[in-house]
């Protein structure tokens, strides 16, 4: 059994909804599009570009984009469905 939580992948659905399968085997998709185009911050405000959205990497287990310009934690996109 595993003893931490990491993303194995990740493929991109539609929209701002990326499907995440987990190292436990348990997959979740998630929709990020109310947090991104409700966002004020310039720096989350630039990923309601859909082309720079899907441009995501998987790096240590982790979503990011950008060189860790944008991440989330491990756990919220385990637990959530919206972010």
Excluded: C, R
Excluded at 1 to 29: C, P, Q, R, V
Excluded at 32 to 58: A, T
Aim: glycine letters at 4%; charged letters at 30%; hydrophobic letters at 35%.
């Amino acid at each position: 059994m595993t003893n931490y939580l990491e993303i194995e992948s990740a493929e991109y659905i539609d929209g701002y909804k990326i499907e995440l399968k987990f190292n436990d085997e348990k997959i979740n998709i998630v929709d990020f599009e109310n947090f991104i185009m409700n966002s004020g911050h310039p720096d989350i405000k630039k990923y309601q570009d859909i082309d720079l959205f899907k441009n995501f990497n998987l790096t240590y287990g982790e979503l990011e984009w950008q060189d860790y310009d944008l991440v989330f934690p491990i756990a919220d996109l385990y637990e959530k469905q919206e972010i």
